[in-house]
């Protein structure tokens, strides 16, 4: 392939380093030991509905109390990491600081947590208002939808959802002022509609906080006629999951 080809040269000019802290490593797109080691990567034993990590053994297929209070729409939300100082700082790197080819390591973390999705999938990212895609130049949930859907062999549908008003920061609203931000915003594009009727979709975001953005997306595409729809971010924002 091309790139091994150019691989030694690359390094050579850019020698690889870990995003993270800066340390030397042994190649691109990779974190180092102490990096790699403070990720937390949610394991089982894990709620059958949304794949909250139990803190306890708990027998399978038990369902967490948030589920138990309100099913979700959802088929699944299926994270590479739990959102901790590591992780993020990957994220706001990708976000906010341009770094768009690390998209490709994220994604690989997130694809292998889905091997289920594959051939017959689409793979639909969160959208961005216009001014604020405008703004940043890109959409970084595009960027990680395209690898993933790369990885699994799927298809990206790029503009399957449309953003229609921009919103506020969700970060400390109530679960009913969320949805009051929310509604409206996020539409199916009318485009689109009959490639999503019976399909199976992948939802794809960088971080899972609250869970309000990608419900509102789960419901325009459950309304469009999606069969199921399972979400995959990079980092979802559970903080009794992680360590101590």
Request: proline residues 7%; aromatic residues 4%.
């Amino acid at each position: 392939m091309l790139w091994q080809s150019i691989a030694p040269v690359v390094d050579l000019v850019f020698p690889p380093r870990c995003p993270i802290c800066g340390d030397a490593i042994a190649v691109q797109n990779g974190l180092c030991s102490a990096c790699w080691s403070g990720m937390v990567v949610p394991g089982e034993p894990a709620c059958a509905l949304c794949r909250r990590p139990f803190s306890s053994d708990i027998e399978h297929g038990a369902i967490c109390a948030p589920c138990l209070a309100e099913p979700p729409r959802h088929d699944g939300i299926f994270a590479a990491t739990l959102y901790n100082d590591p992780s993020r700082k990957l994220v706001l790197a990708l976000k906010h600081g341009g770094k768009i080819a690390m998209a490709g390591m994220l994604a690989g973390q997130m694809a292998a947590r889905v091997p289920h999705v594959g051939p017959g999938w689409l793979v639909v990212p969160v959208p961005l208002h216009r001014w604020r895609l405008w703004q940043r130049g890109y959409n970084q949930a595009v960027e990680l939808g395209r690898c993933v859907a790369r990885e699994r062999d799927a298809r990206l549908i790029v503009d399957a959802l449309e953003r229609h008003k921009r919103t506020p920061s969700l970060g400390g609203l109530g679960r009913k002022a969320r949805e009051r931000a929310l509604s409206g915003a996020i539409t199916v594009n009318p485009r689109r509609k009959d490639m999503l009727r019976g399909a199976q979709v992948l939802l794809v975001d960088d971080v899972l906080t609250s869970g309000a953005t990608s419900n509102a997306c789960v419901s325009a595409l459950k309304r469009a006629g999606a069969k199921a729809v399972a979400i995959s971010c990079y980092a979802r924002v559970l903080d009794e999951g992680l360590p101590g």
